[in-house]
């Protein structure tokens, strides 16, 4: 009894310790960080920078941490979204950040990125089978390039659609796709942005070997040499104004060149074929798309190089188009099919980006289905 009563009495100072300690710390935010931050992240800091050492390590070195934008900019909540987890020490916030928070600060990034295929690229798989027959396999390789479609419940996940990065995310605010499929959560170094690898992740394989082409080719093969020598971090990056003497994918597909003024979110404003296909055709207003795109050759390249490109490029086009119909007509299964559409991809992505070998190997492969052609 005498035991119990001390347990009691020793529970309940412990417990009021408890609230007092609760009920000061957040009036009283410990700084942790030299940043200078909001009132609001001094006090998600108190908490989480002991406990996410790396994380907040990471946000502290970036140019946000230096710009006073903290963890309650990026991830305060409207209490009403569904993502929202409500009453968290006094504060709505939020796992997921939808590209609309990062719009609040960077709304031209985010209208260019809004009107790009990539902003779209959960759709073209929203139904496909593997999405209802195993989910958990949708999960893990489609969903996580493409994106998934996030549905939330007073900030939890449901049905494992988070975590998820994917380029198209659909978030629980309506609005499509993800910042952080290229740029860090809380990195938001530019050099990384702009690498090789960051594009490759997801462009790369049997989905469209666009790394591997651009790795082949002769912009790829030795990039890393003059990119070395380069600030790949600088924030006015203007590739005709810098060290680079060789491109990688953002210096053709999004940055500022000699004649156009500032960088896109959008890679398909230069892009004239569609070439994921067994028979490509061109995009609406592609001419235009097609002088844009040579804008950033004109960085480096004569004219007559440059056209000289593309007539060998849209006959090798054309030449992919008629060998992989032909294989497509005479393929008696899916399989062959697939098989047909991977080389008719791989030819025109590797001509595209200038790599002999994804060339040949399309070419060899479509030759074999193609009696005719033997
Ligand atoms: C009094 C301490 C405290 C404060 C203040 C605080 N947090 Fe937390 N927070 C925690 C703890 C503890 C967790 C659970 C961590 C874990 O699961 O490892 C957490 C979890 C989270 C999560 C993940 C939620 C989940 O469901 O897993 C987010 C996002 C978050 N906090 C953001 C913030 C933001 C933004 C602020 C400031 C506006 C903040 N927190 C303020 C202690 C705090
Ligand atoms: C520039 C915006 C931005 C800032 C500033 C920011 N975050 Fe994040 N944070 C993100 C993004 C983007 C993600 C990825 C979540 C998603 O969209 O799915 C993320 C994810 C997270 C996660 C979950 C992922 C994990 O690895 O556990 C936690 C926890 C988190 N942030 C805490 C913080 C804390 C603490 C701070 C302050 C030091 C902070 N964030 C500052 C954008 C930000
Ligand atoms: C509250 C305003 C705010 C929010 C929200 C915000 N940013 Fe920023 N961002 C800034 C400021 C300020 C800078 C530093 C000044 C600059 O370079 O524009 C910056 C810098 C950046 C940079 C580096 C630019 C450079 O030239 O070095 C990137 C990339 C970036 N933000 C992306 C994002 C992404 C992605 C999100 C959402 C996950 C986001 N930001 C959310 C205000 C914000
Ligand atoms: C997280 C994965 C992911 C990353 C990272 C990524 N992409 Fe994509 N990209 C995709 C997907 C998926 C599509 C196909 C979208 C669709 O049509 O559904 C696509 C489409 C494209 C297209 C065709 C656009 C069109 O209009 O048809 C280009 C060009 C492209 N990406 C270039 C890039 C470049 C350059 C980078 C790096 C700066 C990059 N991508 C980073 C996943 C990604
Ligand atoms: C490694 C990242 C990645 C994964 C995993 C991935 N995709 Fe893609 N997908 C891409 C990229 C990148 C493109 C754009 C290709 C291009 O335009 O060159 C694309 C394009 C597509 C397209 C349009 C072009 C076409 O082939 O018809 C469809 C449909 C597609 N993916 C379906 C899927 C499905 C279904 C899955 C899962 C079984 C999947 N993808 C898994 C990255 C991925
Ligand atoms: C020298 C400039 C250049 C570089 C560097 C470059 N590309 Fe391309 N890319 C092109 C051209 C040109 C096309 C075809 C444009 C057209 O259709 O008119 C193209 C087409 C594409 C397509 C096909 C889109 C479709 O129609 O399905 C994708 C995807 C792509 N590039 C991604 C990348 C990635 C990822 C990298 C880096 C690993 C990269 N590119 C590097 C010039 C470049
Ligand atoms: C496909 C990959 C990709 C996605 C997705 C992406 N970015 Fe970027 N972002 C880049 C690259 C590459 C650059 C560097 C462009 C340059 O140097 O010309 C960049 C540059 C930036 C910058 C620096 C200023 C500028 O425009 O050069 C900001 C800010 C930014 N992005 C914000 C965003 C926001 C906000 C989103 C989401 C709405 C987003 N980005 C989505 C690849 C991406
Ligand atoms: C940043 C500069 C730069 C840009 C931008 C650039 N190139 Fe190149 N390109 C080079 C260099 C350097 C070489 C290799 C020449 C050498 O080794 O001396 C090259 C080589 C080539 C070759 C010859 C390939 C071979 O295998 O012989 C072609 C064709 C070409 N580029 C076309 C283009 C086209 C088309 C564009 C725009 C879509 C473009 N380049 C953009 C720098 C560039």
């Avoid at 006094?90 to 790009?116: G, I, K, M, N």
């Avoid at 995310?169 to 959560?185: K, P, V, Y």
């Avoid at 200038?354 to 492969?365: I, K, M, N």
Wanted: hydrophobic share 35%; aromatic share 6%.
């Amino acid at each position: 009894m005498r035991i119990n009563s001390i347990y009691l009495l020793r529970s309940i100072v412990s417990l009021c310790l408890l609230l007092a300690l609760a009920l000061v710390l957040p009036a009283q935010p410990i700084t942790t960080t030299t940043a200078q931050t909001s009132d609001e992240t001094a006090r998600c800091l108190a908490c989480h920078a002991p406990r996410q050492i790396k994380l907040v390590e990471t946000w502290e070195t970036s140019s946000h941490a230096k710009n006073g934008v903290g963890c309650y900019e990026c991830h305060k909540a409207d209490p009403k979204d569904t993502a929202a987890k409500n009453g968290h020490f006094s504060f709505s916030v939020q796992l997921p950040v939808s590209p609309r928070t990062c719009a609040e600060c960077h709304p031209a990034q985010y209208e260019s990125f809004a009107q790009s295929r990539h902003a779209e690229a959960f759709e073209t798989i929203r139904n496909v089978p593997l999405r209802t027959q195993s989910p958990a396999l949708f999960e893990q390789s489609c969903a996580i390039c493409h994106g998934n479609d996030l549905r939330m419940q007073r900030g939890k996940a449901l049905d494992n659609t988070w975590p998820n990065h994917g380029i198209g995310r659909i978030n629980t605010d309506g609005s499509r796709g993800n910042c952080a499929a290229c740029h860090g959560h809380h990195d938001d170094s530019m050099a990384r942005a702009r690498s090789p690898e960051t594009c490759g992740k997801c462009h790369h394989g049997d989905v469209g070997p666009a790394y591997e082409a651009w790795k082949a080719s002769r912009h790829g093969n030795d990039w890393h040499l003059t990119a070395a020598a380069t600030d790949l971090n600088k924030s006015d990056f203007k590739p005709v104004n810098e060290d680079l003497k060789r491109p990688d994918c953002f210096v053709c597909h999004l940055a500022p060149s000699t004649g156009i003024a500032s960088a896109t979110h959008n890679p398909g404003e230069r892009l004239s074929w569609h070439l994921a296909t067994i028979h490509s055709e061109h995009r609406e207003d592609w001419g235009e798309k097609r002088l844009a795109m040579q804008q950033s050759c004109r960085n480096c390249h004569a004219s007559t190089q440059i056209d000289m490109f593309y007539r060998r490029f849209d006959a090798s086009v054309l030449e992919f188009n008629r060998l992989a119909s032909e294989a497509a007509s005479l393929a008696d299964n899916s399989k062959k099919h697939t098989k047909i559409k991977g080389a008719a991809m791989k030819g025109k992505i590797g001509a595209a980006m200038l790599s002999p070998l994804h060339v040949r190997d399309a070419v060899e492969t479509l030759i074999d289905e193609t009696p005719s052609e033997k």
